[in-house]
């Protein structure tokens, strides 16, 4: 094996073997930790980059593994693939710096960085998958890898909150993998490609593939959170802050929705699937579940639960996306992959902060707490605005690619009226709280103030993450038409899909 | 240079930002204009830059129009951010107030540069989305429902921008640029999306509602360059987007002619009911944007005359912007350091400059208004001498008002507010001799004329006849619609929580009730323990299967 | 290398005598022949994997006078499992038993136990199979019976009639086939046996002998309260071989010796007692309130799944398709016997230290336990299906017949039950991840929890990263 097929299995190497031997390392070796953490993430983000690099030039990175006669396990890196690396890891250093900051004194550090470290490492797995096998079982092992992280408080919310999420990716993931299975016993090994393998079949199974279909999108839909299968987003909210940050922005709902775009772009194809007839019940789930996730998060008065509803709205802009045939839909459904990612995170993460430093966990609480918290509170306003579909953040190109793709689709009748539905009730629940947070008076005392204002509103390891990922909403959207960009490099992955 | 010039508009106010909380930061802030006001004089028309990274491909520019609006825009922000420097300085929550003033300033200046749709929207966004934490920056009641009536209205206009946006770029390959954009007029649908969306911006009557209240409360600077610049953000948007001079335009143009025209009567009429000097301004700016109205359904219905009438109708833009932009800060000067003599004076020439008294800039961009008329609109002249008329009732009110307002001298302004008001005075003075022709000057004596009587006579009748007045009216205008759309979203909104709710109870019910039910019938299952099992059962259950299997293995041959 | 067979059956039987003879050493001489065992078990696979399938003669007597020892690749994979198993567990019940009277007890039935298996595996005819099944059947009894408590010996007792009832069945269709043809030889058979009046009452009565000794429901009744009753070490051998033991030799009868005698009835038969069992088992190993009767229940369930394959097995038409079936079967038997002992063996971990195995009551077991707990965990993933576990495989070659096939119910029977192996092992997580003030120190006993762990990870990550030379060795039979 030369260099070109041992760079897939490093780059998840890179985060599972630290996370491995976190698990062994005592409670109180932060320091040995930390470094094991930062290593990773650092030489994931090198290796990922010369990837990028390979990748643009067309070069072909693959390893495959043999675990059954006809099943491999196939790390292959393409255009889309390296969109959800590239995402992942640049968020898993952000948010291990993070997670740092926030488990100062938390107990079970070495058990959340080693599962921590899991996850990332079947997110990249998945993002890696060459074939629908593989990324099943990076899917599955998502599951598991989180499970531990959302019930790390141990508190009977949390557990409870695991369990539903358990219940409900688990039962998603059989559903996918009988999918799976029936698609491999139709078609032979699924391997991905570019413009779909599928259209080739004779006509008399296309019956069985519309049952296929329906039966992997509810399965990936779970994780997407399309409704009704969202249930689980809103329990997942009791865990900490990095994981919910992690989740929502990268992990596990990120991985629904990549699914998706992989099965109907690289396994059907985009004109197939349209052929059967399969966009449009795509697209109209996703537009249910935009307005209906809005809609919930306008009456809850928790953060993180409101964040956690607007997710599920948010998130269904990717799938959206990719049920607007053409192009520019597909542009504005990849790139809102990246772009979602990075502002959901943002908001997480400052949700975190105003929870950690000062107890507040409601929006009733946040009155005046911009000037309290400056830094903080301006991530959260950008990242908000971005959700919104405000330029110059990232979340107003996505919907621009997105109406435009469905006027040209000729679908603008319905998705432009969800677009617009779904900024306005974005406006509606996230900007009471910016009003509160900038132009409130503060009440006499903060709920639990933990963390006290010294040289930074709060510690640095808290503060640095969200202000960062912030600028990197506000740069994505500034520099959009910039070369790689993230939706240059979605061009380029719409321009392969359709053979452009 | 030029092309620096250009960014530096925009952008120089944006760098300014990060420095609005330091000492020196209300000193600062005055040169951030300064870029804007360079470049409308300096930079070449024509001239563009292209920056195809930024953004989804920023392209920046300056033509004739574009020009004029640079002018009066930065003009405006540079006289406000010197009078704000006097204004806000006893202010605890300054730096915040300079935060937005920077940001709608960058906004409104990057929009008039912008020279393609994005930029453009860009800019609309950026400057809609700050003036609301200028309105809702005095920490009072009022001023949290006035800014939040404003950003809800801007929000649907924002919306109704997008879709109409999106669309227009549709139609030509998803390009954005203007020169692209203004190859080929928009579709019915698409025009009214622009129609409405910056006619909220602009205060169309019936999409008014947000302005007067926001008036009422936004601090003085802020107020001056919103009634006077940013307010014709949304005229710039109709000539970029809805480039005159296209037939297919011309029933547009008959209905922004009749808007533009209720527009006039319902200002003046709303205006002249009204017991605040602020409020009275705001409904003149609705009737003065009924006259620009006016002026873009007669380009739009007369193309062949069409380029002739933009240039005055933004003439005219220019004018009434710095007028009421400087009758704001007049009103802040008697609300703050009392009735001067030289400030009743000033106010005064402003109100017989936007009445359009011969000799002031009213007189000039109201006749060349007149003369772009085309052959077949001559009624519209009639029409511009009753709102001439109309409108010198309104500043005799307006003056009546603020002398009845009186001040209370509490805070009195420093010299920089001051200095900035009589700047603006001065160039309003003496711009309509710099550019207009001799003739022009003398338009519109006769309207003012009897405006002035009329004004005299009631003032004399309201001497002798005292009448209470109720400060109720204005809000039964202004409230009613909105609140009333307030409590009805309100209640659909809460009523499909309850359906769903309830919806969602049942379903639990049904389905604590099916788990019971199943229950029942799986709880004689569940309570069975295999270590129960006697032999008999045992032995029952092994001759059924291997009496199975024999059979299975006989019968299947 | 061809005498290995031998070895086999030689050492483990050598153990036993010197652990009876010197019971002070017992436990050295049970580590020792377990460790010599494993090389000869890998040396066995090595073996067959590089030659093909061995014939040994004991003392060079021919078939039909001497005793005959064959290894194909299925029984070679079986019985590497057995010594891994074996061997983990011996190290661990090294620290179990901690009284000298209960170790010179246990190690010689133990390696008693061993060579009853080993020899089991490599019988290649059916009177030596019974000798086996019967020695195998009785020193399991016996170790069952060693928890000394009354329940226990109940258990045991009827644990002991069940499988000498078992045993009589087989004895009785192993003398109806010697009397219609002459011979016991499993190969000869195979090419000799016709459907007929002699062959349908020796296969109904063999087999459900061997049904009541594999516990297939609902002839299970006896499994839960003797592996639940047992001690930890004894517990994971019975479950994960014992039981395995009987099934193997279902297997063989029906795919090999009996292949032209089955009928698509009598498999789906098989098959519809499997689903039986993957409901029922899954059923009542979510209602079991301790870790113990979880377990044993989970095994009836995962039991049930092989018994799944059968009528897959006989719909499919000989190829690469019914290999790919044969080796997830394979493949789930393996994974099962790891991970299975594995959480035996955790659970009894977490018996000792906790002094009871209620599930309700073990709130904080991850911060007390953390390698017990994640080897319980990588047990369930495996239990479970999940990937990246060899069972994984197993059920997706499962899955895959079932569509292959047309049979869809058995799709709808194996995520039904994978689901509710789910439910039953992440509510023991739940719990373990729940709250309670514990001293903040990870007690590790290297001896005790590495034989648990390690035995996890073999059925939930090397099976199913590295277990395709399985399909490999399968082709290679008698």
């Known amino acids: 094996m030369n260099w070109d097929a041992w760079l897939p299995v490093l780059v998840v190497a890179s985060s599972l073997l630290p996370g491995l031997v976190i698990f062994f390392l005592r409670e109180g070796n932060h320091r040995m930790r930390t470094l094991l953490n ?78 921590f470290s899991l996850c990332v490492s079947a997110t990249v797995g998945l993002a890696l998958a060459g074939n629908l096998f593989t990324f099943v079982i990076f899917y599955e092992l998502l599951t598991l890898a989180t499970y531990p992280l959302v019930a790390h408080r141990g508190t009977s919310e949390a557990v409870r909150g695991a369990r539903i999420y358990l219940a409900y990716t688990l039962g998603g993931g059989m559903l996918l993998l009988i999918g799976t299975v029936w698609l491999y016993v139709l078609a032979g090994p699924t391997a991905f490609v570019e413009g779909g393998i599928l259209g080739t079949l004779p006509a008399d199974y296309h019956p069985q593939l519309k049952m296929i279909f329906l039966l992997l999108i509810v399965g990936l839909g779970v994780k997407a959170a399309l409704v009704p299968l969202h249930g689980w987003l809103p329990q997942a909210m009791v865990a900490p802050a990095p994981v919910s940050a992690l989740l929502h922005a990268v992990a596990v709902v990120k991985a629904g929705a990549f699914g998706i775009v992989r099965v109907v772009y690289d396994v059907y194809g985009v004109n197939f699937a349209d052929q059967l007839g399969l966009l449009t019940g795509l697209g109209i789930a996703a537009a249910i579940t935009i307005v209906y996730g809005s809609v919930m998060a306008l009456f809850q008065d928790n953060l993180k639960k409101r964040l956690a509803y607007s997710t599920v709205s948010q998130v269904s802009y990717i799938a959206l996306g ?40 409601k929006v009733s609480e946040m009155n005046g707490v911009g000037r309290r918290m400056p830094a903080t509170t301006l991530a959260f306003s950008i990242a908000a605005l971005g959700m919104i579909g405000v330029p110059p953040v990232a979340g107003f190109v996505s919907k621009w690619y997105l109406g435009l793709g469905a006027m040209e689709a000729g679908m603008a009748v319905w998705v432009m009226p969800v677009l617009i539905a779904s900024s306005v009730l974005n406006a509606a629940y996230f900007l009471p709280v910016l009003y509160r947070a900038w132009f409130r008076e503060p009440g006499t005392a903060w709920p639990a103030e933990h963390i006290p204002a010294a040289r930074f509103e709060t510690n640095a390891a808290l503060l640095w993450p969200p202000v960062v990922t912030a600028m990197l909403a506000l740069a994505t959207g500034l520099f959009a038409a910039a070369p790689y960009s993230p939706l240059e490099w979605a061009t380029l992955i719409a321009h392969r899909e359709y053979g452009l | 240079m030029n092309i620096f010039l250009l960014i530096l508009a925009w952008l120089l106010p944006l760098v300014l930002v990060p420095l609005a909380g330091q000492r020196y930061a209300s000193r600062i802030t005055v040169i951030a204009p300064l870029p804007a006001l360079l470049a409308a004089s300096m930079v070449p028309v024509g001239s563009s830059v292209s920056l195809p990274w930024l953004l989804l491909g920023m392209e920046l520019g300056l033509d004739d129009t574009g020009r004029v609006f640079l002018f009066f825009s930065g003009l405006l922000w540079l006289v406000a951010s010197l009078y704000a420097a006097g204004s806000q300085a006893g202010d605890s929550k300054a730096t915040r107030f ?90 019915g649908f698409v025009m009214l999306l622009f129609l409405t969306g910056f006619g909220i911006k602009l205060a169309l009557p019936g999409l008014h509602l947000w302005l007067p209240q926001a008036y009422a409360v936004t601090p003085i600077p802020a107020v001056a360059v919103l009634s006077g610049a940013m307010i014709k953000a949304g005229l710039l948007g109709w000539l970029r987007f809805l480039p005159p001079g296209d037939a297919v335009l011309v029933n547009w143009g008959q209905v922004l002619l009749v808007t533009g025209i209720t527009g006039i009567c319902f200002g003046a009429i709303a205006g002249l009911l009204q017991h605040t000097p602020r409020l009275l301004l ?45 009758l704001f800060l007049g009103l802040g000067l008697v609300e703050r350091n009392g009735l001067s003599p030289w400030v009743q004076a000033g106010l005064v020439f402003l109100a017989f400059a936007l009445a359009g008294a011969p000799l002031t800039s009213g007189a000039f961009a109201k006749s060349v208004l007149t003369a772009s008329l085309p ?14 008329f109309a409108t010198t009732l309104l500043m005799a009110r307006f003056l009546f008002l603020v002398w009845r307002q009186g001040s209370s001298k509490a805070s009195p302004l420093p010299a920089e507010s001051r200095i900035a008001w009589l700047i603006l005075l001065a160039i309003i003075a003496v711009f309509p001799f710099v550019i207009a022709e001799a003739g022009q000057l003398m338009a519109n004596a006769m309207p003012v004329l009897l405006g002035m009587l009329l004004s005299a006579l009631v003032l004399l009748a309201a001497g002798r006849f005292p009448v209470q007045a109720t400060s109720r009216t204005h809000r039964r205008v202004t409230g009613g619609l909105v609140l009333r759309c307030r409590f009805l979203t309100r209640d659909l909104l809460c009523r499909g929580a309850l359906v769903v709710e309830t919806v969602r109870s049942a379903l639990r019910n049904h389905y604590a009730r099916v788990q019971q039910s199943v229950e029942q019938l799986v709880l004689p299952l569940s309570r069975a323990s295999d270590a129960d099992i006697s032999w008999q059962l045992a032995g029952g259950l092994w001759l059924l299967i291997a009496g199975l299997l024999l059979t299975g293995l006989i019968l299947s041959i | 290398m061809a005498d290995t067979p031998i070895w086999l059956v030689a050492l483990p039987l050598a153990g036993a005598l010197a652990a009876l003879l010197l019971p002070r050493l017992a436990t050295a001489a049970a580590i020792v022949t377990g460790l010599l065992t494993t090389v000869a078990a890998g040396v066995l696979l090595f073996g067959v994997a590089t030659q093909g399938a061995l014939h040994y003669e004991i003392g060079g007597w021919t078939a039909g006078l001497g005793i005959m020892l064959r290894a194909d690749g299925l029984s070679t994979l079986l019985l590497l499992m057995t010594a891994l198993v074996v061997l983990a567990a011996s190290i661990y019940a090294s620290t179990y038993f901690r009284k000298t009277y209960e170790r010179a007890r246990f190690w010689p039935l133990w390696l008693l136990l061993w060579t009853s298996l080993n020899a089991l595996l490599l019988s290649g005819d059916l009177f030596n199979i019974y000798v086996t099944l019967e020695l195998l059947g009785l020193s399991a009894v016996a170790l069952a019976s060693l928890g000394g408590k009354r329940a226990a010996v109940e258990a045991a007792l009827r644990y002991l009639l069940v499988g000498l009832l078992g045993s009589m069945l087989f004895l009785a269709g192993v003398g109806l086939i010697y009397a219609g043809y002459g011979t016991l030889d499993l190969t000869v058979l195979a090419r000799v046996l016709e459907p007929g009046p002699v062959a349908w009452p020796a296969l109904a009565l063999m087999s459900s002998g061997l049904l009541l000794k594999t516990a297939l429901f609902p002839l299970h009744f006896w499994l839960p309260p003797a592996h639940a009753s047992a001690p930890a070490p004894v517990s994971a051998v019975l479950s994960a071989l014992v039981v395995k033991a009987a099934f193997y030799l279902v297997l063989r009868l029906w795919l090999d010796v009996f292949a032209n005698v089955i009928t698509p009835a009598s498999a789906n038969l098989l098959g519809l007692l499997g689903a039986g069992a993957v409901l029922w088992g899954s059923w009542q190993a979510l209602r079991a309130e301790r870790l113990k009767l979880l377990a044993a229940y989970s095994t009836v369930a995962q039991l049930g799944y092989l018994f799944l394959f059968f009528p897959l097995l006989l719909a499919l038409p000989a190829g ?65 299906g999940l990937p990246p576990s060899g069972a994984f495989l197993g059920k997706w070659q499962l899955l895959a017949g079932a569509v292959d096939t047309g049979q869809w119910w058995w799709l709808v029977v194996t995520v039904a039950g994978s689901l509710l192996a789910a439910a039953y092992i992440f509510r023991v997580l739940g719990h373990a991840f729940g709250h309670r003030p514990y001293p903040n120190q990870p007690v590790t006993v290297a001896r005790e929890e590495w034989p648990a762990l390690l035995l996890s990870a073999m059925a939930a990550l090397v099976l199913g990263l590295a277990g395709a030379p399985v399909w490999g060795l399968l082709e290679i039979s008698t």
């Open chain 2, 282 to 326: 705001g409904y003149s700016s609705i009737s003065k944007m009924g006259v620009l109205t006016t002026g873009m359904g007669a380009a739009l219905a007369w193309p062949e005359t069409a380029q002739v009438m933009i240039v005055a109708v933004v003439m005219y833009a220019a004018h009434h912007a710095m007028v009421k932009g400087a």
């Open chain 1, 38 to 115: 930062l290593a990773g993430a650092v030489l994931k983000l090198v290796l990922v980059s010369s990837m990028i690099w390979g990748v643009f030039h067309e070069h072909v990175y693959e390893s495959r593994w043999t675990l059954a006669p006809g099943l491999e396990l196939v790390l292959h890196a393409d255009t889309l693939s390296v969109l959800f690396v590239t995402l992942s890891t640049v968020l898993w250093l952000v948010t291990t710096i993070y997670a740092i900051g926030y488990l100062e004194n938390a107990p079970h550090r070495s058990r959340f960085f080693g599962f």
């Open chain 3, 320 to 384: 690469p398709d019914r290999d790919l079936a044969a080796g997830g079967l394979a493949m789930l038997a393996l994974t099962h016997g790891f991970a299975k002992a594995g959480l035996f063996l955790a659970i009894g971990i977490i018996q000792q230290r906790c002094g009871h195995d209620t599930i309700r009551e073990l709130d904080g077991t991850a911060q007390h336990l953390p390698a017990t707990t994640f080897a319980i965990a990588l047990a369930g993933v495996a239990l479970v």
């Open chain 2, 375 to 388: 052959q077949g609109a001559q009624y519209l002249v009639l029409l511009l001498a009753v709102s001439a």
């Open chain 1, 322 to 361: 990719t049920a607007i045939l053409g192009p520019i839909g597909t542009i504005g459904g990849v790139v809102h992959l990246v772009h979602q990612g990075i502002m959901k995170i943002t908001l997480f993460f400052t949700a975190g902060n105003y929870a950690e430093t000062l107890g507040i966990h």
């Open chain 2, 98 to 187: 300079r935060i937005f003033f920077l940001l709608a300033m960058a906004g409104n200046l990057g929009l008039i540069v912008a020279m393609d749709a994005i930029s453009f929207y860009l800019g609309f966004t950026l400057m809609g989305l700050a003036v609301y934490g200028l309105i809702a920056h005095p920490a009072s009641q009022h001023a949290r429902q006035a800014a939040r009536r404003y950003l809800v209205w801007t929000i649907a206009g924002e919306m109704l921008l997008f879709v109409a946006v999106v669309m227009l770029a549709a139609q030509h390959n998803g390009i954005a640029s203007f020169s692209i954009l203004q190859s080929s007029p928009p579709g």
